[in-house]
């Protein structure tokens, strides 16, 4: 008999009585199901409320079994996101706790003072000085016989001049150093920068006398200017120990090209070989051939003329 049905074939009439099926489940029925498979949920370790026990008889049964499962994925995840949000509050606390770096570097210097402070007894001052006597040099024995030979008193020389004296001369030294470097390149500067000279002319005749002032108008003022490099396009800009002669080359270098041509064609022109192996000999003549040559006439005569020839 289980052949036969499974055998059976489908008919319109028995889809419709599945989809009657579903229809016939109330909320009511869904919430008591709902409700008794939550139950494992609170009490999992009575196995007679266990999911897995539960056969769902429809598709709609295992649909609510399956959403059940993930609401527990649900409340894992959710769990772990609170203890996440937890930890990190925490270390947001003893961030903010943390001061600034400034701060912190006061702290260090404050704390290096103190112990840089500290009153050392007199005892142990005491016997550094004689440690110290111990290790010198200078004997006072040995000191007044050698006087005795040499007929000398000696005496401890003190240096006049110590390291600090020492380190404020070479820098002040260094500071004129720097100040006449200054001094210099500003004078070049001013020289180098672009000139504009303005005369006043001052009137004439009516226009003019000593007691009257010139006044300076669009037509009696003449300005001459003369090229020069700005102090901000210099290439020496901003380097404050460097100076840089840019006229040092002008002379060198070829600025203006001739009449009709271009960059490229004129360094074509200046690359061109004159060689005899390289062109026929006629071009090779062209190359070499000169200007027209002015045929040579004989210089005239050169006649000396005196009073007395005229008188004769």
């Known amino acids: 008999m289980s052949r036969e049905k499974n055998n059976k074939l489908l008919t319109l ?3 419709n009585n599945q989809r009657n099926i579903y229809e016939d489940y109330t ?4 919430q008591a199901l709902r409700a008794l498979l939550q139950q494992d949920i609170e009490k999992p370790d009575d196995q007679s409320y266990k999911i897995k026990t539960i056969v769902p008889r429809n598709e709609l049964e295992r649909n609510m079994l399956n959403s059940l499962k993930n609401d527990k994925k649900d409340f894992i995840q959710i769990a772990n996101e609170k203890v996440k949000i937890a930890e990190f509050d925490k270390k947001m606390k003893r961030i903010k706790n943390i001061k ?4 912190r570097k006061h702290l260090k210097m404050s704390k290096k003072r103190k112990t840089n402070e500290l009153e050392v007894p007199d005892h142990i001052l005491e016997n550094i000085s004689e440690q110290k006597k111990e290790k010198a040099f200078y004997n006072e024995e040995m000191a007044a016989k050698v006087g ?6 000696l005496e401890e ?3 006049t001049d110590s390291e600090c004296d020492l380190m404020k001369n070479d820098s002040e030294n ?7 470097f200054n001094m210099e390149k500003k004078e070049i500067v001013d020289k180098d920068k672009p000139k504009e000279d303005v005369n006043v002319l001052p009137g004439w005749g009516n226009w003019g006398g000593r ?9 009696n003022t003449i300005k001459t200017f ?4 700005a102090p901000k396009k210099r290439k020496d800009f901003g380097l404050s120990r460097v100076i840089i002669n840019e006229k040092a080359l002008e002379n060198n270098i070829k600025v203006k090209l001739p009449y009709g041509f271009t960059k490229s064609e004129y360094e074509a022109w200046l690359n061109i070989p004159v060689t005899r192996q390289a062109y026929s000999h006629k071009i090779f003549d062209r190359f070499i051939k000169k200007g027209k040559a002015k045929k040579q006439v004989p210089m005239d005569t050169i006649e000396f003329k005196s009073n007395v020839d005229d008188i004769l």
């Open 226 to 229: 003369e090229d020069g490099i």
């Open 174 to 180: 260094f500071d004129d150093h720097l100040n006449l």
């Open 148 to 153: 005795k030979i040499m007929k000398i008193d």
């Open 27 to 30: 909320k009511d029925d869904q």
């Open 157 to 159: 020389s003190e240096s």
């Open 13 to 15: 009439d028995d889809l």
């Open 100 to 103: 600034s770096r400034s701060y």
């Open 211 to 219: 007691t009257l002032e010139t006044i300076q108008t669009s037509a």
